[in-house]
């Protein structure tokens, strides 16, 4: 039951966007995005739990469709800081906050 | 706010000894917390979900007898890796949710490595 993301790797130039996706094959409760630089611990970036919701974080954003099944982290204008991998963490409905993580998708940001 | 943290952040122990790994939520009270497993460059397993006065529940494939999770109280789980062996080397992540809240925080993780 683990999500697929997407894509695996992205590599940018400082100021390109890029879109990395997470796709379930069943419903989702919620969708937790994270960013984990190497060597550390990741880090919360948003969470989404209603279907069509689209939520910010300064240049990055997400969103989750409404059948709750595909969510897509937007980020724009990116920046060195936005280097690492970031995954997508999901939650099926009665799973107590248990969390199912994609395989990642690294992302480097070059000057 | 929502800090968590693990100690030790490093450990070498030699095979067939026993280390124990804390996760401890220092600002907020955790009913829940989570022991996670990560190898290079691969995503994070879920070994298994701590409930504070409570059994742990474990994965699938995780053994029970070999990773003992204790949750003491709302604000310290510990991780016991019973008679390691060098595959059990790994970075050990733990996270801990607010009492009634969605959001997982992670802690800086333990480095794992059994000579």
């Known amino acids: 039951q683990q999500p697929v993301q997407s894509p695996q790797a992205v590599i940018l130039r400082e100021g390109e966007d890029a879109v990395i996706n997470c796709s379930s094959s069943?419903?989702?409760?919620?969708v937790h995005w994270y960013r984990q630089k190497h060597g550390e611990a990741p880090v919360f970036l948003m969470i989404l739990l209603k279907g069509g919701e689209q939520k910010g974080h300064e240049k990055i954003s997400a969103s989750f469709n409404e059948k709750k099944q595909q969510s897509s982290l937007y980020l724009t204008a990116s920046q060195l800081s936005y280097s690492g991998t970031y995954f997508c963490g999901t939650e099926y409905y009665n799973q107590g906050g248990k969390l199912i993580f994609g395989q990642g998708t690294e992302l480097s940001v070059k000057p | 706010g929502a800090v968590v943290s693990q100690h030790p952040s490093r450990v070498i122990c030699k095979s067939g000894t026993s280390v124990k790994i804390e996760c401890r939520s220092l600002d907020f009270q955790a009913t829940t917390m989570f022991w996670y497993r990560q190898f290079p460059k691969k995503s994070l397993m879920l070994m298994a979900t701590?409930?504070?006065?409570?059994?742990?529940?474990?994965e699938q494939g995780v053994e029970k007898d070999k990773f003992l999770i204790n949750h003491a109280s709302l604000t310290l789980s510990t991780l016991t890796v019973t008679s390691a062996h060098p595959e059990d080397s790994s970075f050990y992540i733990c996270?801990?949710?607010?009492?009634?809240?969605?959001?997982?925080?992670f802690g800086p993780g333990t480095r794992l490595l059994v000579l």
């Open positions: 069943k419903a989702l409760y919620s």
């Open positions: 996270s801990a949710t607010l009492i009634g809240g969605e959001t997982q925080y």
């Open positions: 701590s409930n504070e006065g409570s059994k742990a529940t474990y």
